[in-house]
């Protein structure tokens, strides 16, 4: 969906691809709760949550690169790094709704690790928890997000064709 949300970026507005896109993320959240199989489980998570997160995905970075636009790699790495740095936040939260005491998975007879079934029922509670959270931070952030209105995108005058590497480096 990357390619989608960076094709659609340029026909939408960033706030209607973040809240469509978030939207699709907190169904995910909330229909993995629902299917009975691993498989399902992931089949459901793993599209729905993969297609809103691709939509959500690119507004941000775009919309920066329109308000800094000599900044790009500053502005990227500083939206990229957020992007990580919440996977390493909500790490710690789910650890805390599902497996606050840190129990080890059980071995069972054929060598698979299972946790008990009173962690594996917490996972319900752990993925309306990350619905709520992922709702709440959409919201802020289709609130805050807007375009650039002074920003219009330069064309390349330049035959690129003719250029060093250097030189065509420096183009934009």
Known sequence: MNPAGAFLVKKWSPKILIAVGSSLGVAAFCISTTVATFSGFIVCFSV???????????????CGWEWLPERKG????IILGAFGFGAFFFSFL???VVNPENLPAEKQPDGTLIYTPEI???VPKLMFTLAACFAA?????????RRNPAY????IATDLSQLTIKEALRER
Do not use: D, M, N
Request: with cysteine.
């Open 48 to 62: 729905i949550y993969g297609a809103g997160i691709g939509l959500c995905y690119f507004a941000p970075l775009a």
């Open 74 to 77: 500053l502005v990227t790495g």
């Open 94 to 96: 789910s650890q805390a």
């Open 120 to 122: 594996a029922s917490r």
């Open 137 to 145: 931070l959409s919201l802020i952030s289709v609130l805050l997000v």
């Open 152 to 155: 219009t995108e330069e064309k």
